[in-house]
């Protein structure tokens, strides 16, 4: 089994390339997988939220890990979303990454029915038992509507196929608790979902950020984080200052529930990173508010520009 030491670092969650038909855009996919790279990622997550997983074609997500596997070509680890209502299909998909050459998965709770700790505990060990990949914990309770709590993570951190735990709660006290917890478990790995966070929670303890703005300037995340390791605290306030101007300027624009992905998707298609198209129900903005994002996006630029002065 790969060693977890190699989960630390900025694993961005990488947005899927579609065409207007919601098929993958493959040259654009490689396109981002190399802007990625030559960012200095220290892995890459396909298959999460920002990914669009839930709004996927079986095929188009068998389709994302071989490209993506065969691009990166053993540069970096990869991490691959698994998440399922159906427990098969989760099997079947860790089975494909695990063909492919991905690393680990990563695993929100199946997301419909009405569950507690027990059942969760008993879904996961049971995941963990049916696949060859290192397992990560994924605790979206937004979009889950049930939370991983830090006891059930201590519980299910003694199966050896589990670890770690993504952490997408959005509550820092949570993210706290789970590095009190594992304080003397060093090897299971704690990532941090929400960017807003990522120099509060390395401080904590945390190993690292599967942060969506990463898409977009891969160099910012990693730099903060490499500061951090040298403990540079100057540089690291200096670029978190950074990180939460472009997601007050780019994650908040309309009214829409989805205005994170609408925001980081068009963001990235003003670079030529992607085309702003989205998986149903999700659908792109108008060309008002895409012009609207447009301003907000050149300042958001020249902040990240000026970081590195």
């Given at each position: 089994?790969?060693?977890?030491?190699?989960?630390?670092?900025?694993?961005?969650?990488?947005?899927?390339?579609?065409?207007?038909?919601?098929?993958?855009?493959?040259?654009?996919?490689?396109?981002?997988?190399?802007?990625?790279?030559?960012?200095?990622?220290?892995?890459?997550?396909?298959?999460?939220?920002?990914?669009?997983?839930?709004?996927?074609?079986?095929?188009?997500?068998?389709?994302?890990?071989?490209?993506?596997?065969?691009?990166?070509?053993?540069?970096?680890?990869?991490?691959?979303?698994?998440?399922?209502?159906?427990?098969?299909?989760?099997?079947?998909?860790?089975?494909?990454?695990?063909?492919?050459?991905?690393?680990?998965?990563?695993?929100?709770?199946?997301?419909?029915?009405?569950?507690?700790?027990?059942?969760?505990?008993?879904?996961?060990?049971?995941?963990?038992?049916?696949?060859?990949?290192?397992?990560?914990?994924?605790?979206?309770?937004?979009?889950?509507?049930i939370r991983i709590e830090v006891e059930t993570?201590?519980?299910?951190?003694?199966?050896?196929?589990?670890?770690?735990?993504?952490?997408?709660?959005?509550?820092?006290?949570?993210?706290?608790?789970?590095?009190?917890?594992?304080?003397?478990?060093?090897?299971?790995?704690?990532?941090?979902?929400?960017?807003?966070?990522?120099?509060?929670?390395?401080?904590?303890?945390?190993?690292?950020?599967?942060?969506?703005?990463?898409?977009?300037?891969?160099?910012?995340?990693?730099?903060?984080?490499?500061?951090?390791?040298?403990?540079?605290?100057?540089?690291?306030?200096?670029?978190?200052?950074?990180?939460?101007?472009?997601?007050?300027?780019?994650?908040?624009?309309?009214?829409?529930?989805?205005?994170?992905?609408?925001?980081?998707?068009?963001?990235?298609?003003?670079?030529?990173?992607?085309?702003?198209?989205?998986?149903?129900?999700?659908?792109?903005?108008?060309?008002?508010?895409?012009?609207?994002?447009?301003?907000?996006?050149?300042?958001?630029?020249?902040?990240?520009?000026?970081?590195?002065?």
């Amino acid at each position: 089994m790969i060693q977890s030491t190699v989960f630390r670092g900025i694993f961005p969650p990488m947005i899927t390339p579609l065409r207007p038909d919601f098929s993958l855009d493959i040259a654009r996919t490689e396109r981002l997988i190399e802007h990625l790279i030559d960012g200095g990622v220290h892995g890459i997550f396909i298959l999460g939220t920002t990914g669009e997983f839930a709004g996927l074609s079986s095929a188009v997500k068998r389709n994302l890990i071989q490209i993506t596997c065969k691009q990166v070509n053993g540069r970096v680890p990869i991490l691959v979303g698994v998440t399922d209502c159906s427990f098969t299909e989760s099997v079947d998909l860790a089975a494909i990454a695990h063909r492919s050459g991905v690393e680990a998965v990563v695993a929100a709770p199946p997301f419909y029915m009405n569950i507690g700790q027990a059942e969760l505990i008993n879904y996961y060990q049971k995941l963990a038992d049916s696949i060859e990949l290192p397992l990560f914990l994924y605790d979206m309770p937004s979009h889950t509507k049930i939370r991983i709590e830090v006891e059930t993570a201590v519980k299910l951190s003694k199966h050896p196929n589990i670890i770690g735990i993504k952490d997408s709660s959005g509550i820092i006290e949570n993210f706290q608790a789970l590095c009190e917890a594992f304080k003397q478990q060093p090897e299971f790995k704690i990532l941090v979902g929400p960017e807003e966070f990522l120099a509060e929670t390395l401080k904590m303890g945390g190993d690292g950020g599967v942060t969506g703005g990463a898409n977009l300037y891969p160099k910012l995340y990693v730099a903060l984080y490499e500061a951090f390791q040298k403990k540079d605290f100057d540089t690291v306030k200096k670029l978190q200052e950074t990180i939460h101007f472009l997601a007050n300027n780019l994650y908040q624009n309309g009214t829409y529930q989805s205005s994170y992905l609408k925001g980081l998707k068009a963001a990235m298609s003003f670079e030529g990173l992607c085309e702003d198209n989205f998986a149903p129900p999700i659908f792109p903005y108008t060309p008002v508010e895409k012009s609207t994002l447009y301003a907000k996006f050149l300042q958001v630029k020249e902040r990240v520009r000026h970081s590195f002065d």
